[in-house]
């Protein structure tokens, strides 16, 4: 692990490889440690940077306004980087498409995985799968609360828990316990949004933009990724990765990967 200042703050980061650069920003659910079946075999061609987003995993959080966005293009500055190629997972990808419109000069390609986008509302389908799923679970609980969002994100409406690698969910409610302790941290600090946000802006992403999602994630991000392919001049919509749902990264990294290297500059 290393650890950078970044606009006030010291980001934690694996780095690995030479080449062009990638940064590979973690879903919110999670930490950087959900790009561990990526680092290795992206490492063969690029500088591979994965990021703990600030307050995240082993990242500080100062409290002082920031934005998320102003944090990755201050990572390129630190490590004096001039641009790189983002790839980002859920609330990490809309981290990245949020840095590809403020600082659209230091992004040269972004790959998106079963992405939000900031602005986003959910469907009433997607609220109702939440309550049928999970339904009331006490926020100061972070093992229910991580237990009820693994059921809803990591399993996916469609799979039953015995369905899934227990490893992966055992994982997965640990980063999510970590994260609902930093998310319950951020809500005490100023956190910037992209104003306006990204979901009316997507027409203005003008590198190279690949969009996935795993087919047993939740129906709105696949929707999501359809919209983010429609609109985005120079996007590529793969086909949803077959028995994945939220951190397909992390449950189906061979075709990620082969992804990833077929696209990335």
């Known amino acids: 692990m290393n650890k950078i200042e970044v606009n006030g703050a010291r980001l934690a980061y694996d780095e690995v ?7 590979l920003l973690h879903a919110g659910i999670a930490d950087r440690r959900m790009w561990r079946e990526q680092l290795g ?40 980087l001039p641009r790189a190629a983002l790839v980002g997972c859920s609330f990490g990808g809309a981290v990245a498409v ?6 659209p000069d230091r992004v040269s390609a972004l790959a998106l995985l079963g992405s939000a986008v900031t602005g986003h509302e959910w469907s009433d389908e997607a609220n109702g799968l939440w309550e049928t799923l999970v339904g009331e679970v006490d926020p100061e609980d972070f093992a229910a609360s991580a237990a009820g969002e693994v059921r809803f994100w ?29 998310e319950l941290a951020l809500s005490a600090v100023d ?21 996935t999602a795993g087919a047993a994630d939740v129906p709105d991000i696949s929707r999501l990724a ?39 500059p």
């Open 98 to 103: 949020d840095t590809a419109l403020a600082h």
């Open 226 to 264: 359809d919209r983010i392919a429609a609109e985005a001049p120079g996007a590529t919509r793969l086909p949803d990765v077959p028995d994945a749902a939220h951190l397909l990264p992390l449950e189906r990294p061979a075709p990620v990967n082969a992804a990833l290297l077929d696209f990335l």
């Open 17 to 23: 490889g030479s080449g062009s650069p990638v940064v």
């Open 154 to 182: 990591v399993v996916g409406p469609e799979r039953r828990p015995e369905d899934v690698d227990p490893g992966l969910v055992a994982f997965a409610r640990e980063m999510d316990q970590r994260a609902l302790a930093a």
């Open 191 to 211: 956190v910037a949004e992209l104003d306006p946000p990204a979901i009316g802006r997507l027409g203005e992403l003008r590198m190279p933009v690949l969009v």
């Open 41 to 80: 075999p992206l490492a063969e061609r690029h500088r591979v940077i994965a990021l703990d987003l600030r307050g995240y995993g082993d990242s500080e959080l100062p409290p002082t306004p920031f934005a998320h966005h102003d944090d990755v293009a201050g990572l390129l500055d630190a490590l004096a």
